[in-house]
């Protein structure tokens, strides 16, 4: 079974200023993906990165970009120019490598950041 | 399209009630899953289906029924309702198949069970 850990449950980040969100997994797989999250108070959920553990090469998408690092089972988020549109619950979550038939999220707890104007 | 649509958004059950949680999609995706968000826990897996006619459990099925008779909707039932399944749920949906395909997420139920 993988277990996904995020170690910080509340975060705030000056508006413009860069803020980085922590998120350590664990499995027995060699190969699965990794996210990123966000639920804004709408509730909605919304992916925001994405990341294929065979990828040495970190996701960016536009102001977000991760640090992955596959031995270490670490996958960092990294928010630059933080907006107030930011602010929003981030969930980590991983997927083990698809098969056909599986599709399980597993998720974090949560970090929930405020950007502060 | 729609995308993934729940219904409904708001609901309050007394101890022991029954009700079915709605979740439809119209996309064709062939992959449906319920999960259930608690504060500090994120989201947990709670039934999952591959297809019409296919289910199985996830990580907290109990006290959930789950059918998938068309590819559009992936019903979850609660036979009698407990505060313990008070609780935000959302439904996912996704396309098969061996490359990776974005899950789609509904805007989730809240339900209270006094």
């Known amino acids: 079974a993988q277990t996904v850990t995020q170690s910080q449950p509340e975060m705030s980040v000056q508006e413009a200023e860069t803020v980085t969100l922590s998120c350590t997994y664990d499995?027995?797989?060699?190969?699965?993906?990794l996210f990123w999250y966000k639920q804004p108070p709408s509730r909605q959920m919304i992916l925001v990165i994405r990341?294929?553990?065979?990828?040495?090469q970190n996701a960016t998408e536009n102001r977000f970009s991760v640090n992955f690092q596959k031995a270490a089972k670490s996958f960092s988020l990294k928010i630059s120019d933080s907006q107030l549109g930011d602010t929003a619950m981030y969930f980590c979550?991983?997927?083990?490598?698809?098969?056909?038939?599986?599709?399980?999220?597993?998720f974090g707890s949560g970090t929930q950041l405020t950007v502060l104007p | 399209n729609a995308g993934v649509t729940q219904t409904p958004k708001f609901q309050v059950l007394k101890t022991g009630q029954s009700m079915t949680l709605q979740c439809a999609q119209d996309?064709?995706?062939?992959?449906m899953s319920w999960y259930r968000q608690d504060p500090g826990m994120g989201l947990r897996l709670i039934h999952y289906?591959?297809?019409?006619?296919?289910?199985d459990q996830g990580e907290v099925p109990n006290g959930y029924n789950v059918s998938r008779s068309t590819t559009e909707d992936f019903p979850l039932r609660l036979l009698s309702a407990a505060p313990s399944q008070t609780s935000v749920y959302f439904c996912?949906?996704?396309?098969?198949?061996?490359?990776?395909?974005?899950?789609?997420f509904g805007p989730g139920t809240r339900l209270t069970v006094l």
């Open positions: 996912a949906s996704t396309r098969g198949g061996y490359s990776y395909n974005e899950q789609f």
């Open positions: 499995t027995s797989e060699s190969n699965y993906y």
């Open positions: 990341q294929e553990a065979y990828k040495q």
């Open positions: 979550a991983f997927m083990k490598h698809v098969n056909g038939a599986a599709r399980q999220l597993t």
């Open positions: 996309m064709n995706h062939e992959y």
């Open positions: 289906s591959v297809g019409a006619g296919i289910t």
